[in-house]
């Protein structure tokens, strides 16, 4: 039934868009995450990568989280010369994480979720309907 495949469709969107929000809340955790030490690495940025895959039972391509990737962009240098992971210099290693960037993606994130959320909402009204056509 198509009205049970996009219900199907919308709600693996939802799954995807909520799990790019978990990795979206670990960013802005650690955004002000110092290393302990000297050397140690900061934590890095993370994002989400998805892709369609065909779902041959169903005959339709299904959204999937790909991979989780780290980000290249070097680390933040904030001085802190009293930290227990300064360098030489003061300066300790932060996360490569911008809050505002962060935001922007939760909100983006959360629209898209929204939105799929409609979809479902909408294709069980349009299900429940033809079910009231039927017994009419």
């Known amino acids: 039934m198509d009205i049970m495949n996009a219900m199907e469709i919308s709600s693996l969107g939802m799954k995807a868009q909520g799990a790019r929000i978990r990795v979206i809340s670990q960013n802005v955790a650690n955004a002000d995450t110092a290393p302990l030490k000297p050397g140690d690495e900061p934590y890095r940025r993370k994002t989400v990568q998805f ?65 799929n959320l409609g979809m479902v909402e909408m294709a069980r009204s349009m299900a429940m309907r033809t079910l009231e056509l039927l017994r009419g």
Do not use: C, F, W
């Open 51 to 115: 892709k369609n895959v065909m779902d041959r039972e169903k005959g339709m391509e299904v959204l999937q989280i790909d991979k989780v990737t780290e980000s290249k962009k070097a680390p933040k240098l904030k001085y802190m010369p009293d930290h227990p992971a300064a360098d030489n210099n003061g300066y300790v290693q932060m996360p490569n994480v911008d809050s505002i960037i962060e935001l922007m993606d939760m909100r983006e994130a959360q629209r898209t979720y929204e939105a």
